[in-house]
């Protein structure tokens, strides 16, 4: 525990290797609308401890303050009915800056828990109906983070995926409807030998990362170093990673702003669907992920424009959940 009492998180820095693991992280923050990323892999290879980590890298955000929906202050559009008619009646919404979350879905968590439900007993108690916000109201403007969705009811994966699509969440229960913003990036962890996701859902993820364990042994005992010098003094430890965390989330900020301006040329949209074309992906989702893919790549290495290596790199993120499956091969690598 730290002196604020939050338990301290191995920070993003610290993680030896696994660069695909963290630039897929990183990229889906720079651009939120890449739809998420999965990550598969062997237990214990610094999954779920990145994407913990991830915390400490996300953007300060304007919230309404006390708005269980996160409702954005400067958007009417982004806030929630409450805040709406607030704002509607001339209301000086109070804003609260914090960094946006991470938020933890647990995967017994129940279809209620995940999107909301009316609160029976204040309707009972006092005659009145009042939403009981669930878990997408909480991580409506951050990270939605399922440890082994794989294993998650396909039912609420579905439900997740929807929400991410549309941006929306709505509660129905008893005759009454609430829709509430539910914008956040899915991230999810899986160790495919637990199982496998269907390959419908696998698609809607934006990108997908296969993470191995190490294979340096010199990386190996610098990961069982630094693990140990965390164990024993974790502040001292985030202490000591502290500037290249600013640094790191310094970067990406600067990519957040430098993102909307960059652009892509005819002859790169084409390069990003012969790709697509030789890996005889379904649809079209492919080239639309590759494209956002690349040009958060461009804004990452500070530049205005896609370049023919931003797409090398979006491929190997964008495609290897998408191919469509040999006969006799299920596994996606
Ligand atoms: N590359 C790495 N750098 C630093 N620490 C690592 C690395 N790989 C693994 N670890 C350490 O190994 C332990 C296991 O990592 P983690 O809990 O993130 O595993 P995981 O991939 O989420 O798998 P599981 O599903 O088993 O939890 C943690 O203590 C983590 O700090």
């Known amino acids: 525990m730290n002196p604020s009492g939050a338990r301290a998180v191995y920070p993003f820095v610290a993680i030896v290797g696994q660069e ?31 994407v913990r ?5 996300l953007p300060e955000i304007d919230v309404v303050e006390g708005c269980p929906f996160q409702s954005d202050p400067h958007d009417r559009r982004a806030m929630a009915p409450d805040a709406r008619a607030r704002f509607d009646a001339g209301e000086r919404l109070p804003v609260q800056r914090r960094k946006a979350r991470v938020v933890e879905l647990p995967i017994s968590a129940t279809e209620d828990r995940v999107i909301g439900t009316l609160d029976l007993e204040h309707a009972l108690k006092e005659g009145a109906k009042r939403i ?9 403007r951050g990270i939605l983070y399922v440890d ?29 409807s609430f829709t509430h913003p539910a914008r956040f990036t899915l991230v999810g962890t899986m160790n495919p030998e637990e199982g496998e996701l269907r390959p419908q859902l696998l698609d809607r993820f934006g990108l997908c990362v296969h993470v191995e364990g190490l ?27 502290r500037e290249q965390t600013e640094t790191l989330g310094a970067d990406i900020a600067a990519a957040m702003a430098r993102h909307p301006m960059v652009e892509a040329e005819d002859s790169i949209l084409l390069d990003i669907a012969k790709r697509s074309l030789a890996m005889g992906v379904d649809g079209h989702r492919a080239d639309i992920v590759m494209l956002k893919t ?8 500070g530049r205005d424009t896609v370049v023919a290596a931003d797409v090398d790199e979006a491929a190997t993120l964008a495609l290897p959940h998408r191919m469509r499956r040999r006969p006799f091969e299920d596994v996606v690598r």
């Open 294 to 301: 690349a040009k958060a790549l461009a804004a990452w290495h």
């Open 132 to 140: 009981e916000p669930g878990l997408l109201a909480t991580a409506n």
């Open 148 to 176: 082994e969705v794989n294993l998650l009811d396909d039912h609420v994966v579905d439900v997740l995926l929807d929400s991410a699509a549309m941006g929306v969440n709505t509660i129905e229960r008893e005759g009454i």
């Open 215 to 241: 294979s340096s042994p010199e990386d190996r005992v610098e990961v069982v170093k630094r693990r140990a010098a965390f164990e024993r003094d974790a502040d001292a430890f985030a202490a000591q990673w």
């Open 53 to 57: 980590a991830l915390a400490a890298l």
């Open 20 to 50: 695909a693991l963290k630039k897929s992280l990183i990229l889906n923050v720079i651009d939120p609308s890449l739809s998420g990323v999965l990550i598969r892999g062997e237990k214990g290879t610094a999954k779920s401890t990145a």
